[in-house]
């Protein structure tokens, strides 16, 4: 349940960052594709947490999860949680986010669990293309003229101390990897890697220096921007329990 | 942004079936402007294939040429093909 709880999570909230452009994004273009993009992972959260529902026992449902935990009880990566900022920050964030979800799909569709198989099977398709999308606007902006390179580079640089928590893995990580249910995130790391440094590299974009990460989010530890993304969130179904339309 | 070019969109519903024009949007080149197509045009099914054409490379008829270019046929009667007794029966003509 942790681990749907996690998925779950992390696709949700990004999903709902996401869905804060609708209306304000650059281009009209621009502002479907990511409306599109947050609906994706939004219909990939409903999964996950009816998933950790029914593990859970039942008497949870995905809406109950979704809209009455706080943020102690959320899961998420620390990463998706962080504002839009500017289209770059958003990028940033959106390329470290879908070439780890990718791989951590691809992984999942071999996973012992059916359902989990059978819900990664249905992201996977979307998340690719999320990626091919992330990559391919960093790489026009990063080699685009002084002003989206530097901020680009800026954001880049900005968001990279979130992605150490891509990778760890804790003793619920352990056990699931054990019985086959989820992969080994560490053997994905390498692919990451190279997928970031081929995209920075035709960006023109210079890989963030090392830095000491930060992670928590999973534990259920997040930083200050999570509670009022989740009282946003949260504000309807919490003032009218059971409301409907 | 308004300085991005215009494309023409064009969507196979499905095989066997011609391209049709389904709208247009801004996108700085060929790919952008696909999966921009993919996005705007394509979230329910839609389509077996997207064609994007700049629209600055489509050459149009102008509408002042109307009577120059169509009138002509509509006194030749015998370019439509009414002449032909029907046979009982056919139901799809």
Redesign the interface.
Same mark, same amino acid.
């Given at each position: 349940m942790q681990f749907a709880l996690r998925m779950g999570d992390s696709t949700l909230v990004l999903g709902h960052r996401l869905s804060e452009w609708c209306g304000h994004a650059p281009v009209l273009e621009e502002d479907l594709a990511i409306a599109n993009t947050a609906l994706d992972l939004l219909g990939s959260a409903r999964h996950w947490l009816s998933l950790a529902a029914e593990l859970e026992g039942g008497h949870r449902t995905e809406d109950d999860l979704a809209f009455g935990r706080d943020a102690s009880d959320y899961f998420n990566l620390l990463l998706v949680e962080e504002p839009n900022g500017d289209y770059a920050d958003t990028l940033a964030r959106q390329l470290y986010f879908d070439a780890w979800h990718t791989l951590m799909l691809e992984g999942l569709t071999g996973s012992t669990n059916a359902k989990i198989a059978d819900i990664s099977r249905q992201a996977r398709s979307a998340a690719a293309f999320h990626l091919r999308r992330s990559s391919d606007l960093i790489i026009r902006l990063g080699d685009g003229t002084t002003e989206s390179h530097d901020r680009m580079q800026r954001a880049i640089n900005d968001f990279w101390i979130f992605t150490g928590e891509l990778f760890d893995k804790d003793g619920t990580d352990e056990t699931l990897i054990a019985g086959g249910v989820i992969p080994d995130v560490a053997t994905s790391q390498p692919a990451w890697q190279n997928h970031i440094e081929h995209t920075l590299g035709a960006a023109t974009l210079a890989l963030p220096p090392v830095t000491a990460m930060r992670s928590g989010g999973r534990r259920g530890v997040h930083g200050e921007h999570l509670g009022f993304l989740l009282a946003e969130m949260q504000f309807l179904p919490r003032a009218y329990p059971g409301a409907r339309w | !942004?308004s300085e &991005?070019p215009l494309w023409e969109i064009f969507i196979r519903s499905q095989h066997g079936l011609s391209h049709k024009h389904v709208g247009s &949007? %801004?996108?700085?080149d060929a790919? !952008?402007a696909l999966? %921009?197509a993919?996005?705007?045009y394509t979230?329910r099914n839609e389509g077996v294939s997207i064609w994007v054409v700049k629209a600055s490379d489509i050459s149009a008829s102008a509408p002042g040429d109307k009577s120059a270019l169509f009138d002509p046929s509509n006194d030749k009667v015998y370019r439509h093909p009414t002449f032909f007794p029907m046979p009982d029966g056919v139901k799809h003509l």
């Open positions: - | !942004m &991005l &949007l %801004h996108a700085s790919e !952008m999966a %921009h993919r996005d705007a979230r």
